[in-house]
């Protein structure tokens, strides 16, 4: 079916099935509709039942004429986005802030678990049949009756002289003869972000995992407010360091959208010129730190050497090596000279051939394949209950990828390989990342070769007070959805950047079961979610 077919299906059957809708215009891409609150609980049952993909929820406060509603007061305004092949459908409701119960996803689509907690912590929306209470976002920073995002709460917090120690969240008991438990983090040897991890295990063979993240709330969401569109730009490009361009991509894809902005093409083109080279750069070096975590050095030399050497030309290219606020509101902060386009060009073919070689030596080594094969399994049905996306869902057979399915300029005139593995391991996960890397030289060549030329930039226009978009970006991790809403004088009014990791963190408490202790770095660098950009 089309992605409009899709649509009008699902919408169709949400009708048939009694619910009251309305279908107004705007945030396309997606199709937005607007349901009661009490039919919450059925949209998610219903999407299922056509096999939607539950994406993202956020949460906004607002006050009854902002909402559009009849309702008194403040609202909470929660929105949750769903996707089937290549279609969004962006559904909104609307409670009093007052009183804000809303029925849980998380029964139906596992993946809604940890975004509710959030939503729950940080703007007070309480899903009356979530199965777990616990706090994810707050930890002990805020009292329990506190929610940052809420208009009221200063964007400084309220900050107590000492906080006190998060020594109390209930992980699930070991029980058992012979269970015993290892808690991992959230410092850590390794120069990684603070997460907590709790195995559970039996001998060297792990039960359980339990995670418990968030320590690197930076507060993206409330200090993105009031900020203007060059502001919001910036702060997107450190939502997650090691994926700058994608978010700052969507986040102003989003303006734009919001503003009803033109980018000049040669602009676009570069963009994807960007993001692709994000691509490589991490895709390389998650190699390197994958085969440094089974003890093979020479590998993890080898790819840490092309990662280093590839960033260098960035740096030298856009002005830095992750290619940081290169991306502005109307399109570039900088252009790209001539003479750096046969460079890039050929260092695209020598990466590539570089890359086959290393490879060629590595698959003859049964070293190595005796730790990546058959380690860290997700099941394709655990994949698709938790909406993976990226090279982890594509691992476990989930194809989908946004710049094919759901394309924008200048991905829809190209044309994009996605690999597609069904093993679900340590090796699939490889082999999808080396085969992005390909299609990822394919795709920098075609840019380089059919570049645009003209200017790279439109003059910034501040969109109309409650103007909102959507971007939606395919970074290297996976799918980006991003949405912003503007207040008055082209201040922002809301940002919410959901990272791909929201998906990929759950995915590694699932795949790393059976599996022994010592493979958990490997699995865990297999799948590499973000702290920072999941713990917003």
Same mark, same amino acid.
């Given at each position: 079916?089309?992605?409009?077919?899709?649509?009008?299906?699902?919408?169709?059957?949400? $009708?048939?099935?009694?619910?009251?809708? $309305?279908?107004?215009?705007?945030?396309?891409?997606?199709?937005? =509709?607007?349901?009661?609150?009490?039919?919450?609980?059925?949209?998610?049952?219903?999407?299922?039942?056509? %096999?939607?993909?539950?994406?993202?929820?956020?949460?906004?406060?607002?006050?009854?004429?902002?909402?559009?509603?009849?309702?008194?007061?403040?609202?909470?305004?929660?929105?949750?986005?769903?996707?089937?092949?290549?279609?969004?459908?962006?559904?909104?409701?609307?409670?009093?802030?007052?009183?804000?119960?809303?029925?849980?996803?998380? /029964?139906?689509?596992?993946?809604?678990?940890? /975004?509710?907690?959030?939503?729950?912590?940080l703007l007070g929306v309480v899903f009356t049949d979530h199965p777990d209470k616990r706090r994810w976002t707050r930890h002990q920073a805020w009292a329990k009756s506190d929610h940052p995002l809420r208009r009221d709460f200063p964007v400084a917090g309220q900050p107590l002289e000492l906080t006190p120690p998060d020594c109390h969240y209930n992980f699930l008991q070991a029980q058992g003869s012979g269970v015993y438990e290892?808690?991992?983090?959230?410092?850590?040897?390794?120069?990684?972000?603070?997460?907590?991890?709790?195995?559970?295990?039996?001998?060297?063979? =792990?039960?359980?995992?339990?995670?418990?993240?968030?320590?690197?709330?930076?507060?993206?969401?409330?200090?993105?407010?009031?900020?203007?569109?060059?502001?919001?730009?910036?702060?997107?490009?450190?939502?997650?360091?090691?994926?700058?361009?994608?978010?700052?991509?969507?986040?102003?894809?989003?303006?734009?959208?919001?503003?009803?902005?033109?980018?000049?093409?040669?602009?676009?083109?570069?963009?994807?010129?960007?993001?692709?080279?994000?691509?490589?750069?991490?895709?390389?070096?998650?190699?390197?730190?994958?085969?440094?975590?089974?003890?093979?050095?020479?590998?993890?030399?080898?790819?840490?050497?092309?990662?280093?050497?590839?960033?260098?030309?960035?740096?030298?290219?856009?002005?830095?090596?992750?290619?940081?606020?290169?991306?502005?509101?109307?399109?570039?902060?900088?252009?790209?000279?001539?003479?750096?386009?046969?460079?890039?060009?050929?260092?695209?073919?020598?990466?590539?051939?570089?890359?086959?070689?290393?490879?060629?030596?590595?698959?003859?080594?049964?070293?190595?394949?005796? !730790?990546?094969?058959?380690?860290?399994?997700?099941?394709?049905?655990?994949? !698709?209950?938790? %909406?993976?996306? %990226?090279?982890?869902? !594509?691992?476990?057979?989930?194809?989908?990828?946004?710049?094919?399915?759901?394309?924008?300029?200048?991905?829809?005139?190209?044309?994009?390989?996605?690999?597609?593995?069904?093993?679900?391991?340590?090796?699939?996960?490889?082999?999808?990342?080396?085969?992005?890397?390909?299609?990822?030289?394919?795709?920098?060549?075609?840019?380089?070769?059919?570049?645009?030329?003209?200017?790279?930039?439109?003059?910034?226009?501040?969109?109309?007070?409650?103007?909102?978009?959507?971007?939606?970006?395919?970074?290297?991790?996976?799918?980006?959805?991003?949405?912003?809403?503007?207040? /008055?004088?082209?201040?922002?009014? !809301?940002?919410? /950047?959901?990272?791909?990791?929201?998906?990929?963190?759950?995915?590694?408490?699932?795949?790393?079961?059976?599996?022994?202790?010592?493979?958990?770095?490997?699995?865990?660098?297999?799948?590499?979610?973000?702290?920072?950009? =999941?713990?917003?």
């Amino acid at each position: 079916m089309t992605a409009t077919a899709n649509t009008t299906a699902l919408l169709a059957r949400l $009708q048939a099935a009694g619910m009251v809708l $309305q279908v107004p215009d705007g945030l396309a891409p997606a199709q937005l =509709v607007l349901v009661q609150a009490d039919d919450w609980g059925r949209l998610a049952l219903e999407a299922r039942a056509l %096999g939607w993909r539950w994406v993202a929820l956020w949460a906004q406060e607002l006050d009854f004429a902002e909402a559009d509603t009849d309702a008194e007061g403040a609202v909470l305004q929660v929105n949750a986005c769903f996707e089937l092949g290549g279609a969004y459908l962006l559904a909104r409701t609307s409670v009093p802030r007052a009183h804000p119960l809303l029925a849980s996803h998380t /029964p139906v689509y596992p993946g809604a678990d940890r /975004p509710e907690r959030h939503t729950h912590d940080l703007l007070g929306v309480v899903f009356t049949d979530h199965p777990d209470k616990r706090r994810w976002t707050r930890h002990q920073a805020w009292a329990k009756s506190d929610h940052p995002l809420r208009r009221d709460f200063p964007v400084a917090g309220q900050p107590l002289e000492l906080t006190p120690p998060d020594c109390h969240y209930n992980f699930l008991q070991a029980q058992g003869s012979g269970v015993y438990e290892i808690p991992v983090g959230p410092v850590h040897a390794g120069i990684i972000e603070p997460g907590h991890f709790r195995f559970q295990a039996v001998g060297e063979t =792990v039960l359980r995992l339990e995670e418990h993240l968030a320590y690197t709330h930076k507060g993206i969401e409330k200090i993105a407010e009031g900020r203007d569109a060059a502001g919001l730009a910036r702060l997107a490009g450190r939502v997650s360091g090691d994926s700058t361009v994608a978010h700052a991509w969507a986040a102003c894809l989003a303006m734009e959208r919001a503003a009803a902005l033109a980018v000049p093409e040669r602009a676009l083109w570069l963009r994807a010129l960007l993001c692709e080279r994000e691509r490589v750069a991490n895709h390389a070096g998650d190699m390197g730190a994958m085969l440094n975590d089974i003890g093979f050095a020479f590998g993890a030399m080898q790819f840490s050497r092309l990662r280093e050497a590839w960033q260098r030309v960035s740096n030298e290219v856009f002005g830095h090596r992750f290619m940081m606020d290169v991306i502005v509101p109307g399109g570039l902060r900088l252009d790209m000279e001539a003479l750096w386009l046969p460079i890039l060009r050929d260092e695209a073919q020598a990466m590539r051939r570089q890359v086959l070689k290393l490879m060629a030596i590595i698959n003859n080594l049964p070293s190595v394949e005796d !730790r990546v094969r058959g380690a860290g399994i997700l099941k394709a049905d655990d994949a !698709r209950a938790l %909406g993976c996306v %990226g090279y982890v869902g !594509r691992a476990s057979g989930l194809d989908f990828d946004v710049r094919r399915d759901a394309p924008h300029a200048p991905y829809q005139g190209l044309s994009v390989k996605v690999p597609l593995h069904h093993y679900g391991d340590v090796n699939a996960r490889a082999r999808v990342r080396l085969e992005e890397m390909a299609a990822s030289f394919d795709l920098i060549e075609a840019l380089l070769d059919d570049l645009p030329g003209g200017p790279v930039l439109t003059p910034w226009q501040n969109p109309t007070p409650g103007a909102e978009g959507l971007g939606l970006v395919e970074g290297w991790r996976g799918e980006i959805v991003t949405y912003v809403r503007f207040g /008055p004088e082209g201040r922002v009014a !809301r940002f919410f /950047p959901r990272d791909p990791s929201w998906t990929t963190w759950p995915a590694l408490e699932l795949l790393i079961h059976d599996n022994i202790v010592p493979d958990f770095p490997v699995c865990n660098k297999s799948v590499n979610g973000s702290y920072s950009g =999941v713990d917003l």
